[in-house]
C-alpha cells in the first residue's frame, strides 16, 4: 500500500538547538499536511503545503515542499521544551482525495 | 466544549467483547473519519464518511464496523474484540469548502482489550 516515510523515528536535542524531521513519498503529492501530538494528546493541524517548492513560516517553524512535491520537511529554530510532541506529515490516500496517510511520525525530545 | 467529543475516553474489555466507540462534532462538518494510533505506525485510517450516506473502508477496516447516525455522529463498532485490537482511537472531522484541509482529531479513546 501506499506508505509516507518520516526520518527520524526520534530526536533527542538540548533546548535551543535545531530539528529537522523529513518527509518522502512514492508518488507525486496534491498537497502535504503536518501535524503535532504533544505526550498523550491528539494530533492538532498544523499547515498544508500545496505548491512546489512552497516555503511556509510559523514563528520558528519552517515547513517546506519539495520541487518535485514528493518530498517535505518541518524545520524549527532554537527548540523550546513546549515543542516537545510528535510530528507527523500527511498526505492524500488518493491523489486529490481528502483521505490522509500519515507518516510514522518523529519523536521530539528536549533536554532543558 | 470540545469540538469533535469522542466517549469513553478509556476502556478496558474482554476478549470477544463487542464494544462501540462514540464520536460527535460540533463543527458542521460533513466529513468524518476513524483512525487508530500504535506506536510506531503513526496513525492508520479504518473507516470514513464523506455524508451520512456515505461510508467507506479504510485501510484496516477488518474486525470492525461503523455507523454515520447523523452528520454530527460517528461510531465506530468492534463485533467480537481480539487483544491485538489494543490501540488509541481517534476521530477526526474535517471540511474542505474554503480550500482549508486539516482535521480536526477529538482526544482519543484508549481501548484495551484483555
Known amino acids: 500500500g501506499q506508505q509516507v516515510m518520516q526520518i527520524p523515528q526520534y530526536q533527542h536535542v538540548q533546548e535551543g538547538e535545531d530539528f529537522t524531521t523529513y518527509c518522502n513519498s512514492s508518488?507525486?503529492?496534491?498537497?502535504i499536511q503536518w501535524y503535532k501530538q504533544r505526550p498523550g494528546g491528539h494530533p492538532v493541524f498544523l499547515i498544508q503545503l500545496v505548491k512546489s517548492g512552497e516555503v511556509k513560516k510559523q514563528k520558528r517553524l519552517t515547513f517546506q515542499f519539495g520541487e518535485a512535491k514528493k518530498n517535505s520537511s518541518l524545520h524549527i529554530t532554537a527548540t523550546q521544551t513546549t515543542d516537545v510532541g510528535t510530528y507527523f506529515c500527511a498526505e492524500p490516500l488518493i491523489q486529490g482525495a481528502q483521505k490522509l496517510v500519515f507518516g510514522q511520525g518523529t519523536r521530539l525530545t528536549i533536554n532543558p | 466544549d470540545a469540538d469533535v467529543t469522542q466517549t469513553p475516553r478509556n476502556r478496558i474489555t474482554k476478549t470477544g467483547k463487542r464494544i462501540m466507540l462514540e464520536c460527535s462534532q460540533t463543527k458542521g462538518h460533513d466529513r468524518m473519519y476513524w483512525y487508530r494510533q500504535d506506536p510506531g505506525l503513526g496513525l492508520r485510517l479504518i473507516y470514513y464518511s464523506f455524508d451520512v450516506k456515505d461510508i467507506n473502508k479504510g485501510e484496516i477496516s477488518d474486525g470492525y464496523s461503523v455507523s454515520r447516525q447523523a452528520q454530527a455522529k460517528f461510531s465506530l463498532s468492534l463485533e467480537s474484540a481480539i487483544p491485538n485490537q489494543t490501540a488509541l482511537y481517534f476521530c477526526?472531522?474535517?471540511?474542505?469548502?474554503?480550500?482549508?484541509?486539516?482535521?480536526?482529531f477529538g482526544s482519543g479513546t484508549r481501548l484495551t482489550v484483555v
Open positions: 477526526a472531522t474535517s471540511d474542505p469548502g474554503g480550500g482549508n484541509y486539516g482535521y480536526t
Open positions: 508518488t507525486t503529492l496534491s498537497n
